[in-house]
């Protein structure tokens, strides 16, 4: 009797999927109100998803609590496969097909950014695929989570757990069910994964990065790191009469803060914490390289007082991109970071550095630099004293 039930209860269970998907995506309503200006307030509360990611995961949850309460092995192994098939193909496929078809952030002329509205539009397709992942971990934890707990010998596994374990009592059919539900996370999250990821990177090539190589530019203009202290001296009286423009001293964090600001705020209002995460992690590791790029063309341009003035800069613009406890990012400037070091060094301090080099390999030390490059490093200064 079983057998003869299971191909329309997977028929039925497919059609239910595959039906709600596409209503959903009919009936899909967008957040309004979003803006990319920071000066416009948002009237609704985040994370900034359409209407389809609840109306989807709220399908997924019944069905799955549904297939539970039959207490059938058959009916997992035959129904759990079908709503990750549906999932993969039919939610995962619509927002991919819409970010590429319907809010694909392309400028309408070449330097110039996307319209905002078709920003902020695949800001939240990404936002979908992020949250519905949210949604799918708590469906399964809190069925999986619990039926760990009670093996463990838990105190309090909690009521879904138990339902779980009371349901499949026989062999190791609450065993074979738990991973049943774990492998549909699984493919959910490594799906929804590798399609935020590529949005992620057209975000950033589309939106941040023609506006990133200025941002630094503008952030460099008209420091000059072969000033000796007397014409830093003359340059501070100046700004002193002007009583306007930024000090030498303070010049790359006013214009750099100001630019970073402009450049990822608006951006942040709009992503979920986690995908905000993601593309700065992207944008820093393409802003160290291209850093990293500025000092090397430094070579021979740079005096001592200088090349302790931009080991200053650097720490600067490092400690702005990683302000709110992003310190693990700061990893991403380690070799800009290695470049003024040995720039900076004393003399005895270098020797001291090439020594152990030879003799002890790196001594303890993790340099990102080879020996060559620490040798350009230190050549980098004009007429070392």
Not at 70 to 81: A, F, H, K, M
Not at 198 to 213: E, H, M, S, T
Not at 247 to 262: C, K, N, S
Not at 289 to 309: F, P, S
């Amino acid at each position: 009797m079983a057998d003869r039930l299971m191909t329309p209860i997977k028929a039925m269970t497919t059609f239910l999927l595959r039906r709600s998907v596409e209503r959903a995506f009919q009936l899909d309503e967008q957040p309004v109100g979003l803006s990319l200006n920071p000066s416009k307030a948002i009237q609704l509360s985040p994370p900034y998803i359409s209407s389809a990611v609840d109306d989807v995961m709220y399908v997924v949850n019944q069905v799955v609590e549904r297939s539970l309460a039959t207490s059938q092995r058959e009916v997992i192994s035959g129904v759990i496969p079908s709503v990750a098939r549906v999932l993969d193909s039919d939610f995962i496929g619509m927002i991919q097909r819409k970010m590429r078809d319907e809010s694909y952030p392309k400028a309408a002329v070449q330097g110039a950014l996307p319209p905002e509205n078709t920003i902020i539009a695949f800001l939240v397709l990404i936002n979908d695929l992020d949250v519905a992942c949210d949604f799918i971990k708590k469906i399964v934890q809190s069925r999986v989570e619990g039926q760990q707990g009670t093996k463990s010998g838990g105190e309090d596994p909690g009521e879904s757990s138990k339902s779980l374990v009371s349901l499949y009592p026989f062999e190791d059919d609450a065993l074979y069910t738990m991973n049943a539900l774990g492998l549909l996370q699984q493919n959910f999250e490594a799906k929804a994964m590798q399609l935020i990821g590529d949005g992620i990177y057209v975000a950033f090539k589309n939106v941040v990065k023609p506006r990133l190589r200025s941002l630094l530019s503008d952030a460099f203009r008209n420091i000059d790191y072969q000033s000796d202290e007397e014409d830093l001296k003359d340059a501070r009286r100046l700004v002193e009469d002007d009583g306007h423009n930024p000090t030498v001293d303070d010049a790359i964090e006013y214009h750099f803060q100001r630019g970073w600001d402009v450049l990822t705020k608006p951006i942040a209002r709009i992503f979920t914490e986690a995908n905000f995460e993601r593309l700065l992690s992207t944008v820093i590791s393409y802003l160290a390289e291209v850093l990293e790029k500025r000092i090397w063309g430094y070579y021979g341009c740079i005096n001592e007082l200088g090349a302790v003035r931009l080991e200053r800069d650097i720490a600067t613009l490092t400690s702005i991109v990683v302000r709110g406890g992003r310190y693990g990012l700061r990893d991403a400037f380690v070799r800009c970071t290695q470049i003024c070091l040995v720039m900076n060094m004393e003399e005895d301090e270098w020797a001291e550095t090439q020594a152990s080099a030879t003799t002890d390999g790196d001594a303890g030390f993790k340099w990102k630099l080879d020996g060559d490059e620490r040798r350009r490093a230190r050549a980098i200064i004009q007429n070392r004293k």
